[in-house]
């Protein structure tokens, strides 16, 4: 197993690695030095490999572990959402902990994806688990016989996650925990070119090819995807 925070071109306000040392860090290797001072261990990922997609790709294809754990690198800490209000994690103990757990009971059940809620507010937390839900900011793969599809820019990872409900027909959320960011604030990636006709026009691809499986709500906080599978 292993863990990795995928940045790019993000160095200045990266935080993940506060949470996972543990984890190696991703980044263009036209800018490995920029990120020396975050102390992880770096792989450097080739200037032509632009999207996350592709990024996702060759993390499954360059190492050998079974199992790929990939991270957001603007998380900051972890929530519990059980308990009357829920509570804060920093630990990197704790947080290795949780990660290789999951892991460990994804692979048990026969879920070849896995993550965590999308919330970190315990007045949405209904279920400790679900098994037909997308993940995504902190996302693990078991095996490399599904891909992440690289003509695209964005959900990526629910038409991953749709992919593998429809060919492995399980989905490992962990709804007791969620990985923290600040949504919509996120500068550098896709980012950069993000414009509501480009994310428009790549939502109606994806309603096209999953239909009745996927819709889009809008929200302030951007465009929420939700995914109806039946189990």
Not at 186 to 194: A, Q
Not at 199 to 210: M, T, Y
């Amino acid at each position: 197993m292993r863990v990795l925070i995928l940045s790019r071109g993000r160095s200045k306000i990266i935080t993940t690695h506060r949470l996972m040392p543990f984890a190696t860090l991703c980044v263009p290797e036209s800018e490995v030095e920029e990120y020396r001072w975050t102390g992880n261990e770096i792989e450097p990922v080739p200037d032509d490999i632009v999207g996350l997609g592709p990024l996702r790709n060759w993390c499954l294809e360059h190492f050998d572990e079974e199992c790929i754990i990939m991270a957001d690198d603007d998380i900051k800490k972890v929530w519990v959402n059980v308990g009357k209000e829920g509570r804060a994690i920093y630990s990197p103990e704790i947080i290795q902990q949780i990660l290789f757990n999951t892991a460990e009971v994804a692979y048990d059940v026969g879920a070849r994806c896995f993550g965590f809620a999308q919330f970190w507010d315990v007045r949405k937390y209904k279920q400790p688990f679900s098994l037909a839900d997308w993940v995504g900011g902190v996302i693990g793969v078991i095996g490399k016989d599904i891909k992440f599809d690289e003509t695209k820019k964005y959900k990526v990872d629910v038409d991953f996650c749709l992919k593998q409900l429809l060919i492995n027909r399980i989905i490992w959320k962990d709804n007791r925990y969620s990985f923290v960011q600040d949504r919509g604030k996120r500068k550098g990636g896709n980012s950069l070119t993000r414009t509501k006709e480009a994310v428009d026009k790549e939502i109606e691809s994806l309603i096209k090819r999953w239909g009745k499986y996927l819709k889009i709500k809008r929200t302030k906080a951007g465009e929420l995807a939700v995914i109806k599978v039946e189990r």
